[in-house]
């Protein structure tokens, strides 16, 4: 009878540790949308696994863990599919909660209970606050692409009418002297070119707000003793 007495009482020690619950002094702070995890343990560890395990906000029943099972009748609507405990590291303890796609109505203070512990603290808590997601970031990328792209343009615009008009220029060039070459034949040493002119296209490059300019002269081809035969465009 007395050994049957002791065998209860050492099974009630086990089933009641002295262990303390242990929360959390800091608040859990999570984004709108983001998973969480309330921080809850068993100080000095100890296998929980045989024991009950209720989370609570505001006396909402948030999650019930009994004997490894999980128990979600009385669970408050508002918690549905998102809870769960870590079952597997009930065997040192740890009875932390995790909340996924937190809510803003998640915001508040939780309490995790074990009700069989014969030490004191059975109970631990942790406020979890729920931050709205930042839209600076998003807004910051809008701006910089919107001051980026005309930029762009302009330079690609500036670039695109310089190497049209060199290229006009060059055609043009091509252009007379065959015409000359043709009708006139090798031209001897008596003809020259100089320059009479200039025309100076002058634009702003928006990247760096520095000037540039084409210039383009209006080459004459004298035969000396002779009136000029042709202007021609030269381009530098």
Known sequence: MKLLLVLMSSLSLVDAPESDVIGSHNPVTVTLGDNAILPC?????????????????????????????????????????RTSVFHEEMIFGNISLKLTNVTELDAGSYTCFVPKLQSQARRGFINLTVEPVEQKNDKGSQTNNTNT?????????????????????????????????????NLSKSHFFFCISCISVRSICPCCFRAFSLSCCLIMMVDLGQAPLLVVPHCQ
């Open 41 to 81: 343990y068993l100080e000095p560890p100890f296998d929980v696994r045989t024991l009950t395990v209720e989370w609570k906000r505001d006396e909402q029943y948030v999650h019930v863990s009994r004997h490894g099972k999980d128990y979600l009748d009385d669970q408050d609507e508002n918690f549905r599919g």
């Open 149 to 185: 792209e005309p930029g762009n343009h302009g330079v690609l615009g500036a670039v695109a009418i310089t190497g049209i008009s060199v290229a006009v220029c060059a055609l043009l060039a091509v252009g007379i002297a065959a015409v000359l070459w043709m009708k006139y034949g």
